[in-house]
């Protein structure tokens, strides 16, 4: 299928295997490669050097920045935005010597809707990523992290919340209101919920 067939672009020099299901206004750039199997949505960017596995599912307005490779077992929901070479892993114990190939070896991580992971971040297959969660960059998450939380270091550790819009969160008592966009939410125990419509 040539470009003007397409509802979605792919950069001549990105490779696209017979297939992959690609969404309405995707745009996938230099030297990416998209293996059978994978899906992704509507609106999304692959920058340069981005490799998509075979069963991954990609939601809609994804943002992969460059030089990351998403394993088999991998799930972006909507609006995720993956920072330059993040990583993900798909097994725990790796040996070249005894391969782990097939798709039941391969240990789930899912990032929700909204998440942001930073540069450089590693993310340990098996976790969550709860919805508008923000990874710092270069941070090593080696378990779940809620809806909204800020976290950062190695290994992650949670060191605040974050806005939908991307803030650190001031509380006040169990209120805050986003300084940036106005946005408000409260805090529940240890969860925090937003108090407006969603998106």
């Known amino acids: 299928m040539?470009?003007?067939?397409?509802?979605?672009?792919?950069?001549?020099?990105?490779?696209?295997?017979?297939?992959?299901?690609?969404?309405?206004?995707?745009?996938?750039?230099?030297?990416?490669?998209?293996?059978?199997?994978?899906?992704?949505?509507?609106?999304?960017?692959?920058?340069?050097?981005?490799?998509?596995?075979?069963?991954?599912?990609?939601?809609?307005?994804?943002?992969?920045?460059?030089?990351?490779?998403?394993?088999?077992?991998?799930?972006?929901?909507?609006?995720?935005?993956?920072?330059?070479?993040?990583?993900?892993t798909n097994i725990k114990t790796p040996r070249s010597a005894f391969p782990r190939n097939r798709s039941e070896d391969y240990i789930p991580t899912v990032v929700k809707r909204g998440a942001t992971i930073g540069a450089n971040a590693t993310i340990i297959c098996g976790v969550t990523i709860g919805e508008w969660a923000f990874v710092a960059a270069g941070a090593v998450v080696t378990k779940d992290v809620l809806p909204y939380a800020l976290v950062a270091g190695v290994p992650a550790r949670q060191i605040g919340w974050a806005c939908r819009c991307g803030c650190r969160l001031a509380f006040e008592g169990n209120l805050a209101v986003c300084r940036e966009c106005g946005r408000r939410y409260v805090k529940e125990g240890n969860q925090v919920?937003?108090?407006g419509e969603d998106l």
């Open 193 to 195: 919920r937003y108090l």
């Open 2 to 88: 040539n470009q003007e067939q397409r509802d979605y672009f792919v950069h001549e020099s990105a490779y696209v295997d017979p297939g992959a299901k690609i969404g309405k206004g995707t745009r996938i750039w230099h030297f990416c490669h998209i293996m059978a199997g994978a899906e992704i949505g509507e609106n999304c960017t692959l920058g340069q050097n981005v490799f998509v596995a075979k069963n991954v599912k990609i939601g809609n307005n994804v943002k992969i920045q460059n030089n990351v490779s998403v394993y088999e077992g991998v799930t972006l929901e909507d609006h995720v935005f993956c920072g330059p070479s993040c990583v993900f």
